[in-house]
Structure formats: structure tokens, C-alpha cells
């Protein structure tokens, strides 16, 4: 099993970002989502976060492209671990802003890097929060800025 998350989850630091390819940070967000909503309980977690069960049966199945990163944020946030969902969500996109910045990366570049079909723009509106951004994705820009970054 992947190592666990600290609780800055989702803007922790990759400390192995160069060996690893996103779809190793994403199996270790889910399966830190998926123990959280087990130990809350699927309906608890639906009912405290508003979130449909479909998506809450997701989360706790690991299937990180079918939810977002606003899902997770919302889930993490019934833990005492993680600040409020929406202060989470702040705190994700100044973390990848200022990892893109210490990289030396704009979208374009990350773009150009990821070649998986999403283009500049959407990547763009994916960080800003313009666009809604899955966990799946999430975890590969985070991975490749990570890699990418010299610090």
C-alpha cells in the first residue's frame, strides 16, 4: 500500500514526485478518501457534505475520475485534520500556483508535459477553479508541477 497522506493531503508536498506517476498519488488520495468516508459512513458523509450518494460511493470505491477535488475538499473537511472545505480549496490552488511559479511553469508548459489531451486553457480554469478539476486530474498536474519543480 502507497504511504499514507499527511494532513495537508491535498497540498502536501511529492516528496518522490521524479518515481512516481500520477496515478500513484492518486491511489494514495483514494484510499485516504475511501478510510475517511468508511469511518464516517457513507450515509453520514452524504448527509454532512451534500453530496449525492452516487459521488460518496465513488469516493469510498476509489474511483478518483468520477468525482472532483471540491468532493474531496467537502469529505475532508468532516475530519478534524482539514480546515473547512472552501479554505482547503483556496489553499490547493495558492499551492499549486506557487509550485507552477517555483517551477517555472506556466499551462502551456504543463500542457506541452502532461500530453494527456487537456489543453492550456483547461488547465488553466481546472487550477483557478473555473473549470471543476477531478481528483484524477488533479493528482497528475500536482504530480507533474512536483516533478518539474526544483525545490
Known amino acids: 500500500m502507497p504511504p499514507g497522506p499527511s494532513p495537508g493531503m ?3 508536498e511529492v516528496a518522490d514526485a521524479e518515481s512516481i506517476v ?7 488520495y483514494e484510499v485516504h478518501l475511501g478510510e475517511l468516508v468508511a469511518d464516517v459512513g457513507a450515509d ?6 451534500g453530496l449525492a450518494s452516487e459521488t460518496v460511493a465513488a469516493i469510498e470505491s476509489g474511483e478518483g475520475d468520477a468525482y472532483t477535488v471540491e468532493d474531496a475538499a467537502a ?5 478534524e485534520d482539514y ?3 472552501e479554505g482547503m480549496m483556496l489553499e490547493l490552488r495558492d499551492h499549486l500556483m506557487l509550485q507552477m511559479s517555483s517551477a517555472v511553469l506556466d499551462v502551456d508548459a504543463i500542457a506541452s508535459g502532461l500530453n494527456n ?7 488553466q480554469q481546472k ?3 473555473r473549470q471543476e478539476m477531478t481528483v484524477a486530474e488533479y493528482a497528475t498536474i500536482h504530480r507533474y508541477i512536483a516533478a518539474e519543480n526544483p525545490y
Open 44 to 49: 453520514a458523509v452524504a448527509e454532512r457534505t
Open 75 to 79: 469529505v475532508l473537511a468532516l475530519s
Open 117 to 123: 489531451g487537456l489543453t492550456a486553457r483547461e488547465i
Open 127 to 129: 487550477i483557478e477553479g
Open 10 to 12: 491535498l497540498t502536501e
Open 22 to 28: 500520477g496515478a500513484d498519488l492518486l491511489e494514495r
Open 83 to 85: 480546515p473547512d472545505a
